[in-house]
Structures are given as structure tokens and as C-alpha cells.
């Protein structure tokens, strides 16, 4: 009998979680950025083997909210906890052995998922230092970046899944649609081109995605809080968004696999992240009930 079941990888901020699902889908799903806290909503990426099938749960960092987009994407975290037949809790291996998970989420118990840590960035310590991290069966040395480690891990992991047929074809990597992919290649651009606070102030929707036609086209609007942050990413001349929009656009095309038309706008949307109206509209999810 095969092996299937739902897999969350939690943790601190940028500790490598986005890094991890793209090294084991052998695909991107998840942006990656130097910048924390870039993960908001959880990533699905799907893992088959002959024998195994992991449905991977990519999360947002664990941290004390501060305002409400941060409360649901900690609602978002925690809910991923409950759902999990298996966790890896992923922590920077040069910080040493991380706090118990259920000290580090703040939850009222232990999870009842079976927890594996998972230390990354190993690749980065010496042999002395890996061996002092080395403290039992549940402990694992990994990196994301090169690889080293991950099969190992993927293999405790498929081994304490439960028996049952695969959840899905076996050839999806994702139960997420290509939209929801493309919005996030043009927030990891504007995180990758602009500083400070802005980032941290833009929410991407796809408005329309017209197939049929080549070059592809795809209408997506980058909305920001207020509008000095619009100036800022349109910039002097237009050059700025065209610089987004140029580099999103061949992040896209080898997501889709062709040509792609990418017209970008930008709109001001006033304190949409305290705003649960305009979190909602952009599918994040407060918390509700206890433990959330």
C-alpha cells in the first residue's frame, strides 16, 4: 500500500522554508527573497514517488503578529500545523538546535503530527559543528540551497505518512492555479527591486488571464497603501515598472512554458493590510476560534 498524506514545513521567518519546496517539487512555486516574512499565504507543491506521494505544505514564518495581514498569515501557519500528518519544523542550523515547535508557534499543546527538525544551511558549518548538532533521530542536517540532506529527509518523511492512495495525479505539482503563481512572480520582482518598507505594502492580483492568443496575455495590478509608494514603483518615466514588469514577464514564460504579454498597472488601495475587507479580497484569512 502506497504512502499520502500532507506535509508542513514551519518555522521562523527565512529560514529557508520556500527554498526547501522548491528543492524537493524540482520546481519553483515559492518566491524567495533576503527579505523576511515574504511568504504570506502557504504554497502547495506535490511530491510522487513509486511508492509515496507528499502533499507539501509551504508555510509563513512564525512571528507575533503586529498588525492583521500578519494575524492571518499566522492563522495561516497554524491552521497548516493542525492539517499536517507530518511536520518539518526547519530552523537555520547556524543558530543551533531551535525551541520546542509548540514554544516557538505559541500553541496551547504539542501538535499531534509527527514533528522531524530539520536544521538548514548546514552546507555553511563545519564537520565539528554538524556533528554537535546531531542529537537524535528527529534531528536532521540539511540544505536547501544545495540539496545535500533532502533526500534523506523526504524519505523519514514518506516513511511516517499513512497508508493510502495517492491524493493526486501523479503528475501535479500544485493544487493551485498558474494565476495565483503569476501574482506571486511579480511580488518577488518588486521585492527583489525595491527597499525599505514598500515591499512589505504590495499585494498582487491577477485581473485577467486571456489564453488562446500568443504572446499569453495576463493583466495584473500591484497594489500598494499609499501614493508615494505608487510613485515609487512606477518611477521617473515609467522606468521603474517597466524594469518589474520586464523581469516578471521571463519569471512567467518559463512558468508557462510561452510568450507572455504582461501588462502591469498599479492602484492604491489605503491600509488594505489592517483592512479585513481588503484581506479577504486578497484571500488572506483572519483568525477565528481559539488557538488561531
Known amino acids: 500500500m502506497p504512502r499520502a498524506g500532507i506535509v508542513t514545513v514551519a518555522g521562523k521567518p527565512n529560514v529557508g522554508k520556500s527554498t526547501l519546496l522548491n528543492r524537493i517539487v524540482g520546481q519553483k512555486l515559492s518566491i524567495t527573497s533576503p527579505k523576511p516574512q515574504s511568504t504570506r499565504d502557504r504554497i502547495v507543491g506535490i511530491y510522487t514517488t513509486a511508492d509515496s506521494q507528499l502533499v507539501i505544505l509551504d508555510t509563513p514564518g512564525l512571528l507575533n503578529p503586529r498588525y492583521p495581514l500578519q494575524q492571518a498569515m499566522r492563522s495561516t501557519a497554524v491552521r497548516a500545523l493542525e492539517e499536517a500528518d507530518v511536520i518539518i519544523y526547519l530552523a537555520d542550523a547556524t543558530e543551533g538546535l531551535p525551541p520546542p515547535l509548540e514554544q516557538a508557534a505559541e500553541l496551547s499543546a504539542s501538535p499531534t503530527a509527527a514533528v522531524i527538525v530539520a536544521l538548514n544551511k ?26 545535500d540532506g533532502v533526500a534523506d529527509l523526504m524519505a523519514r518523511v514518506a516513511h511516517l505518512l499513512p497508508e493510502s492512495p495517492f491524493l493526486y495525479p501523479e503528475d501535479e505539482i500544485s493544487t493551485q492555479p498558474v494565476r495565483f503563481f503569476v501574482a506571486e512572480l511579480v511580488r518577488e520582482t518588486v521585492l527583489e527591486q525595491l527597499h525599505d518598507e514598500v515591499p512589505y505594502s504590495v499585494a498582487v492580483q491577477v485581473e485577467e488571464y486571456r489564453e488562446g492568443r500568443s504572446p499569453l496575455y495576463i493583466r495584473a495590478v500591484i497594489y500598494v497603501e499609499r501614493e508615494s509608494q505608487k510613485a515609487i514603483i512606477i518611477g521617473g518615466k515609467g522606468a521603474r515598472i517597466r524594469s518589474i514588469g520586464e523581469a516578471a514577464r521571463k519569471k512567467t514564460e518559463i512558468l508557462v512554458g510561452e510568450k507572455v504579454y504582461l501588462d502591469l498597472w498599479v492602484k492604491v488601495l489605503p491600509n488594505w493590510r489592517k483592512n479585513p475587507g481588503s484581506l479577504s479580497r486578497f484571500g488572506y484569512q483572519l483568525a477565528t476560534g481559539k488557538g488561531k
Open 122 to 147: 548546514s552546507d555553511t558549518l563545519t564537520s565539528v559543528q554538524r556533528d554537535a548538532l546531531r542529537s537524535g533521530d528527529n534531528v536532521m542536517l540539511v540544505s536547501a540551497l544545495t540539496g
